[in-house]
């Protein structure tokens, strides 16, 4: 596609529920990144994937946080038992050589709101 | 540990006037460095990097970028601020130890008529 793909853009879910977050990178692109962005913060580093591996989770802040990648394109990210402290902007990133070169580009992110 | 830090959370100037958004980086080596862009509701963008061609950086939209490493500073400038300018700035550098991005916390600028 032209750009990165989020969706859904927006999800309002209740404490305890499951919710997925889709990404779509920019075809080719084979790294991928996940990132939230919570009010009047900078971005988290959540998971990293190259191809469909992904060599860095260590941003994932639970073992409720899990994503996966399949085909080396789209990524889906993972929440179960949402708890209020998870609301957040989640956004995914695409990258064609990676973090080397520092251009990652950025989908319009999924707003998830846990009640 | 290497650190980014934006020194001011909101930065408000009036359309016309310049513009200067401060970042500061920890780091025993000169990183990598960059400026992205966030408007509302969008993903970011890229506007500059610095990656030791040169220590003044021109990027998009007329913004451009001096790297002093004597003051470890990577601020942000535009001679004349536009409305369309009203935005998140994030100052982001790349670990020299793992590669990974380090994000700043943000800079809101606002743009007044």
């Known amino acids: 596609g032209a750009g990165v793909s989020q969706s859904p853009s927006n999800k309002v879910t209740e404490k305890g529920k499951d919710v997925e977050l889709r990404c779509d990178p920019i075809?080719?692109?084979?790294?991928l990144y996940w990132y939230r962005q919570s009010l009047g913060q900078g971005l988290e580093f959540l998971i990293y994937f190259q191809g469909n591996s992904a060599p860095d989770k260590s941003g994932l802040p639970s073992d409720r946080f899990s994503a996966e990648r399949t085909g080396g394109s789209v990524s889906t990210l993972t929440i179960q038992r949402t708890q209020q402290e998870d609301s957040a902007v989640y956004l995914c990133?695409?990258?064609?050589?990676?973090?080397?070169?520092?251009?990652?580009?950025f989908g319009e992110g999924s707003r998830l709101t846990v009640l | 540990a290497q650190s980014v830090t934006q020194l001011d959370s909101h930065v408000s100037v009036s359309e016309g006037t310049p513009v200067l958004l401060r970042c500061n980086y920890s780091?025993?080596?000169?990183?990598?460095l960059f400026w992205y862009v966030q408007h509302p509701n969008k993903g970011l963008q890229l506007l500059l990097k610095?990656?030791?061609?040169?220590?003044l950086v021109k990027g998009i939209n007329g913004f451009e970028a001096e790297f002093k490493k004597s003051e470890t500073s990577f601020h942000l400038t535009k001679p004349s601020a536009h409305m369309s300018d009203a935005a998140e700035y994030f100052c982001?550098?790349?670990?020299?130890?793992?590669?990974?991005?380090?994000f700043g916390q943000g800079t809101t600028l606002q743009v007044k008529p």
């Open positions: 990133a695409s990258s064609f050589q990676g973090e080397v070169s520092g251009e990652l580009f």
């Open positions: 780091s025993s080596y000169s990183p990598s």
């Open positions: 982001v550098a790349r670990s020299v130890n793992t590669g990974k991005l380090i």
């Open positions: 075809s080719g692109h084979t790294a």
């Open positions: 610095y990656t030791s061609a040169a220590t």
